[in-house]
């Protein structure tokens, strides 16, 4: 398994972390990721994982969509299994598939969006009271990620920069430059 694909994978382990302690009373409950719900939230990272599945097999990101959640985590479960078994496929990350990026390596594009289920998982603890768990090492490998795509990355779901007084964990700088403050997870 490749660097990408474990980081990815180490990523959305996280997130099932932080979907595994939301009550059901709280998947309606507002997110720092603008207009979202929790719930929303979570059908993002199901349509994500539908995505990468649907990639990894060799079908274009253009067929993949954010799923109305009934059941949440009976949907999450199933789709974080599919992606698991999905990535355990050499050649499939070897292929090179259409993203929202052009033309990439299954394995390259896994690698990109690693940042996309450490934000939600900000998102998602915030927004139902938990404690925010994210992995230093990835932490600092999507900060650096996102300081290199630059403004690029700014748009519906990403805010401006937060600005923060400097000292702060690698985890709150990620936080903040995906345009969330990081404060709202303390």
């Known amino acids: 398994m490749s660097e990408n694909t474990r980081n990815y994978l180490h990523a ?8 595994s302690r939301v009550r059901s ?9 603008e207009g979202w719900s929790a719930r929303d939230v979570l059908s993002h ?4 994982c539908q995505m990468i599945t649907g990639i990894a097999r060799g079908i274009g990101a253009e067929s993949a969509g954010q799923p109305e959640v009934v059941n949440p985590l009976d949907e999450w ?5 599919e992606t698991r078994v999905a990535l355990d ?6 292929q ?9 390596v299954v394995d390259r594009f896994v690698g990109i969006v690693t940042v996309d289920p450490l934000i939600h998982t900000f998102d998602l603890a915030v ?9 230093r090492d990835l932490a600092e490998a999507g900060y650096t990620q996102l300081q290199q795509a630059g403004d690029m990355i700014r ?7 937060i600005e923060l007084d400097g000292d702060e964990s690698i985890v709150d700088k990620l936080i903040a430059m995906a345009g969330r403050d990081p404060l709202m997870g303390s």
């Open 12 to 19: 959305l382990y996280g997130f099932d972390a932080a979907v």
């Open 25 to 33: 009373q709280d998947w309606d409950s507002a997110s720092p990721c």
């Open 45 to 48: 990272n199901i349509g994500m």
């Open 77 to 81: 479960g199933r789709a974080f299994a």
């Open 89 to 94: 496929d050499a050649e499939a990350l070897s």
């Open 96 to 104: 090179k598939v259409q993203t929202p990026w052009g033309h990439l």
């Open 127 to 135: 927004a139902t009271g938990q404690e925010v768990v994210i992995d």
């Open 155 to 161: 748009g519906e779901r990403f805010g401006p920069e």
